[in-house]
Structures are given as C-alpha cells and as structure tokens.
C-alpha cells in the first residue's frame, strides 16, 4: 500500500458510529489520513416513486432540506470524536445505508472501511447487522469491525494469521502498516497446512514483526480468543466476503468477531490487483 490516506466511517449519530468514528481517528492522527462519514439513507424514495417530472424536482428541494438536520448532527459527532487536526469530509446521500458506504468507499479510494456493531445476540446478523453484512458483501475494500470491547484501547499489539494465499499477502502487508503508524509489535501467525511462508510475507519479518506457527486443533475458535485477549487489533485474511464460510484459521469468520476481545480488519485481495 502507498499509506492509508482514506478512511470511510459509517456514521448514524448513534454511540455505535461514534465509536467507529474515535477509533478511525487513532489513525488518522497518526497516518494523516481523511475520515469520510457516511450516512445513507433513501431520502427520496417515498416522494419520487409514481409522481411526475416537476413534482420529482420539488421532492429533490425537499430532499436536500431533510439531510440538514443529519449533516448537522453528523458535524457535531466529528467535533466531539475526532482530533482537531484531523481531516474530515461528510457524504450523505440518498441510498440505503450499505450502498451509501460502499459507493463512497470507491469514490474516495477508501484504504478502510471503519464500521462500529453492537453487542446483541449470538446469531451473526444481529452480531454484524444487516447493514454490516451487505458492506462485506458489496465491498472488496479491507473492512475494519469495531465493537465495544477492547474498542478503546490503543493499538499496541496486532495479529494476523495467514496462510500463502493472496488474501493473506494483502492482510499482512496492511497489517505491518498499521503496526508501523502505530508503533505497536504485529505477531504474524503462520497456519500450518503444509506450504511454506509466501516470500512476500517472509520479507516482513524483523523489527517490530514476529512470524510463528499456529497449529490449529480441531476446534481453533479457543485458540484465537485466546490470542485475542492479549491483541488489539485482529488482522484476518478472508477469501470471501460470505461470514458463514471458514477462515484463514478454519473457523466462520463471523465466529472470530464474536469471540474476539478486541475489533477485526477483514482483508481481501482487491479484484484489480
């Protein structure tokens, strides 16, 4: 990567998207990257459908007159969440919230997408939520859950499974990044399946980067909770963006966010490359 420059936080006003936002902020301040909040929502859906061409220009005054209210409220979770110095921009728009993140993800080359969830049940959707769900759907930018736990610790100590594949290369190099701007220690945890460590990631041993072997018992999800314990930030390489499907690590990655002490990046590698 050629440094994070953007971040694209989903943004509602609600403690949740502050949350996101403030951890968005962590680097920020450090990379010298934008936050982009994001609200979506389909102002105009139920002013347009069915009505004719001048009554649809009317509806679209009426449309800018109802993202007020938001754009306000969004500029005040920035002054409250983000450092001063840090640079800002606010996109809302009339789309469904899911389409809003990922349309501006694209627009703004987003290096992060920054999403704050809930802690509700067990069941994924209500983990991740709809909205959640469909940016990991819609999207191939890397995507970073940031839930409450452990959410307001600094980022000291990273993890990052891996195996030899493209999404992994992608996920380690994010991650040394993020470990540099950090000036945290990234444990690089090589899941044995027979290959060999990827050069490209062989090379990002040394300094404040560790590589180990992860031997993976049958159930691995004990094991990851454990690593997560003592990590802040979990980097998981992820060959699709369907969460019930295994992991680099065996287990759904949809498991790995809800036994996680600490919030997940999920990495993929990007189409284009």
Partial sequence: MAGIRNLVVATDCS???DRALRYADRIASR?????VAVYGAPFSTSTVEGIGVAAAFTSRDDCEQMMLPVRHCIEESLGRMLSPATARAIVVADQTPSEAIVSAAEERN???????TRERSRIARAILGSVTLSVLAGSDRPVLIVRERGCDREIRHIVCPFKKTPQSIAATRLAKELADISGADLRLLHVMDGHPV???IA??????VSIEEL????DPGPQITNFTKRMDLIVLPSPTRRFADPSVVGTPSWQVVRTAECPVLTVMARRHT
């Fill in 31 to 35: 990379s010298g990257a934008t936050v």
């Fill in 15 to 17: 403690e949740t998207s």
């Fill in 110 to 116: 987003a290096d992060l997408i920054v999403m704050g």
């Fill in 198 to 200: 990827a050069p490209e």
């Fill in 203 to 208: 090379a990002l041993a040394g300094g404040n």
């Fill in 215 to 218: 031997h993976l018992e049958p």
